[in-house]
C-alpha cells in the first residue's frame, strides 16, 4: 500500500442521488469488468454492484485513508468476491480487461489518463465520466443529469473507445 494523503484530484464523492443514473448508462451486463478508476470510498461500485449482482469491479484509490474506507465498505456489505480494491495510482495499474470505466476526475487528471485508456482499452470499452471531459476525445453521448446550477455532477460524457 502506498502512504499518499492527498492526491492532485480531491477526494469528493459523486453525490448519492446521481449513483443510479451512473449505473444506468454504464449499460453493464453480468460480464463486466467495471473500474472505478479514483474510487474515493467505493460508493459507485458498491451500489453498482447491488443493481449487477454479477458484475465485477476494481476500485483504484491513490489515498490510503480513502482506499481504508473503500475496503471498509466492501467488507461491511460483503461485497468482496466481486469487488476488488487497490491502494495504487491508477498510472500503474493496467486495465486492459475492463470492460467499462467510470470517472469523476479533473480535466488536467482525464488529458493525462487519455493515452494511457487509449493504449490499453479494448475496441468497444464503455467510459462514462461525471462532470469533466476528454478535451482532445469526441464524446458519444452527453447526458444532462437536471440538476441545479450549483450541484455537482450535473453531466456524464459517455465514450466509446
Ligand atoms: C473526485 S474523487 C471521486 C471518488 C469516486 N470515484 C466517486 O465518484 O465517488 C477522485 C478520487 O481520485 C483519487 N485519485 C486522484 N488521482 C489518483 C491517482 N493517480 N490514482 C488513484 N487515485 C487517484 C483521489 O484520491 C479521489 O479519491
Known sequence: MQTVFFAKVPFVSVP?????????TLKLNEGSIVYDLGCGNARV???AQKIHPK????????????YMLAKLRIWKNRQNKNIKILCKNFF??????ATHVFLYLYPEAMDKLLPKLEKELKKGTRVVSATFKFSQKQYTEKIDLHRDQNQLARTLYVYEF
Open 16 to 24: 448519492v442521488e446521481v449513483i443510479k443514473e451512473i449505473v444506468k
Open 45 to 47: 461500485l458498491s451500489i
Open 55 to 66: 458484475a465485477h469491479f476494481v476500485g483504484v484509490e491513490l489515498i490510503w485513508w480513502a
Open 92 to 97: 500503474q495499474v493496467n486495465v486492459s480487461n
